[in-house]
């Protein structure tokens, strides 16, 4: 991929120059003829003065609504390879109405959403659709021109991504400036997508970088990064929050209209979507509701089912709803559990036979053989799941782990959080379905949550199984799950043989 688009460093400091309050954050450079900065408004947060309240207002903040107004600074790289630090001025801090009311939708209060480096202290939720633009003179560049751009409508889930943005702001930037992330699109939402969720690993500090995709005639911003942590409840969830900039734009018009500027039109353009074996790995997936229990699942035929025992142990009536394409009307399903695995047995397995088939159901390739080190994806209704779709995440097969020669566990470092098992394993390269997430990592030691290392039962322990049953229509063919040896029982229960339990 070419080069990041033009990012920076923002500092921002009390007028005095000396300690006080102040922070720092990354930025984008969208324009050089103006000369204009976009970055996250929440490090102006210590300076509004009507305090945290502020961020409830529904139109722009001029700069009089800080006190006092702060020093602004801009940090870039040089063509030398130093740094330089020019004057900046706010212009407007102002609200992107589109992403607020995406956010409204998607992060309800009652599952306890929180953004920030720290779980219990992090960015004021209502901060986060706010957006800040700065004028810098000494950027002025007669031939410059607008930063390329691409609209997030364009977007889909499983895309490739990539993050600008400075770790720790303008901390230290001699060292990440402009560091670079990648990763794919998990999760979409909003009008014209609005809202965007990528696993893209970011760092306290990056907020207000740019995501960009690729495009033939190099990398077109698409969004600011919003918020770099996102934790639901006590678990981290592992993704980075984006905000589409043309929403961004098209709230800041009045804005940047009193300034004189003039934003051109993004040229038509489609971001490319990676190629693939054909298959539609999401198509796939559904969520699965078993009364006040939800989790994913993984269609094998058009009245098949595979999930996790946990998430249908509740017995109640259990209902299932197939991902749905773009302006697809989503289908509920009723369904029963024809068998779950003893709680006794290692494998977290239940077979779900569906009242009615779906419609244009096309059954995915299965893997027979894993390669650690291979891409890899994970589907599954975590995280914006109920409200917004599968997520797609993206990472390597990290480890087989094998018994008497037959993998038994597959590990991979893809982001996996609740509500995500029973999801789709899926190879990026062949598009071949590879397993069944059934958890990930919680260390029971220090209470820590590891979205990046998770557990799959391999297909190919279920495949002859699901083959039997469905020849047969015996829920008895899969009996043998309940009966397995001790070399799996202890790879399952994360420990080794023999020793103490294990903390895991």
């Not at 969208?30 to 976009?38: F, G, H, K």
């Not at 993050?163 to 009008?191: H, K, Q």
């Not at 800041?252 to 693939?276: D, H, I, K, N, R």
């Not at 914006?384 to 008497?404: E, I, K, M, N, Q």
Request: net charge positive; aromatic share 6%.
């Amino acid at each position: 991929m070419a080069a990041a688009p033009p990012c920076c460093a923002v500092r921002v400091r009390s007028a005095g120059g000396r300690g006080g309050c102040g922070g720092g954050c990354s930025g984008l450079v969208l324009s050089r003829r103006p000369a204009l900065v976009l970055c996250h408004a929440s490090v102006f947060a210590p300076f509004l003065r009507a305090g945290p309240a502020a961020w409830a207002r529904p139109a722009a903040l001029p700069p009089a609504a800080l006190r006092p107004c702060p020093r602004l600074r801009v940090v870039l790289g040089s063509e030398t390879g130093g740094l330089r630090e020019l004057d900046a001025r706010l212009l407007a801090l102002v609200p992107c109405a589109a992403f607020r009311r995406a956010l409204e939708r998607g992060f309800g209060l009652a599952e306890r959403w929180r953004f920030g480096a720290e779980e219990e202290a992090g960015t004021d939720p209502r901060a986060l659709p706010w957006f800040a633009w700065l004028r810098v003179p000494g950027l002025d560049a007669p031939e410059g021109g607008w930063a390329a751009r691409a609209s997030a409508g364009c977007l889909r889930k499983g895309q490739a991504l990539l993050a600008c943005g400075s770790p720790f702001g303008d901390l230290c930037p001699e060292l990440f400036l402009n560091t670079l992330s990648r990763g794919v699109v998990s999760n979409l939402a909003g009008e014209e997508n609005a809202l965007v969720l990528t696993d893209a690993r970011c760092l306290p500090g990056t907020e207000g970088g740019a995501a960009f995709v690729p495009s033939p005639d190099g990398p077109r911003v698409v969004a600011l990064i919003a918020a770099s942590f996102c934790w639901k409840g006590a678990e981290w969830v592992g993704l980075t929050l984006l905000c589409s900039l043309a929403a961004i734009l098209r709230s800041s018009a009045a804005v940047l209209g009193e300034a004189g500027v003039v934003v051109p039109p993004v040229p038509a353009w489609v971001a490319a979507v990676p190629a693939s074996s054909g298959q539609d790995p999401v198509g796939w997936t559904a969520l699965v509701g078993c009364g006040a229990t939800w989790g994913s699942g993984v269609l094998l035929a058009p009245r098949l089912l595979l999930t996790c025992r946990h998430v249908v142990e509740a017995r109640t009536p259990l209902h299932v709803t197939p991902a749905s394409g773009p302006g697809q009307d989503a289908a509920v399903l009723r369904g029963h559990v024809v068998f779950a695995t003893e709680e006794s047995s290692p494998f977290d397995v239940a077979v779900v036979e569906l009242e009615e088939s779906v419609p244009g159901f096309v059954p995915p390739c299965l893997a027979d053989t894993f390669l650690p080190g291979e891409e890899v994806s994970v589907v599954g209704f975590g995280a914006l799941g109920r409200a917004c779709g599968p997520s797609v995440t993206a990472g390597v097969l990290s480890a087989v782990v094998a018994v008497a020669g037959r993998p038994v566990m597959l590990q991979t470092t893809c982001a996996v959080h609740g509500g995500s098992s029973g999801g789709p394993l899926v190879s990026s390269r062949s598009g071949c379905l590879m397993g069944i997430v059934v958890s990930n990592t919680r260390d029971t030691g220090v209470g820590a949550t590891y979205p990046h290392l998770n557990f799959c039962i391999p297909i190919t322990v279920l495949q002859p199984l699901v083959a039997r049953y469905r020849r047969t229509g015996d829920p008895d063919a899969f009996a043998g799950l309940n009966r397995v040896g001790e070399g799996v029982r202890a790879t399952w229960q994360l420990q080794q043989r023999p020793g103490p339990p294990s903390k895991l």
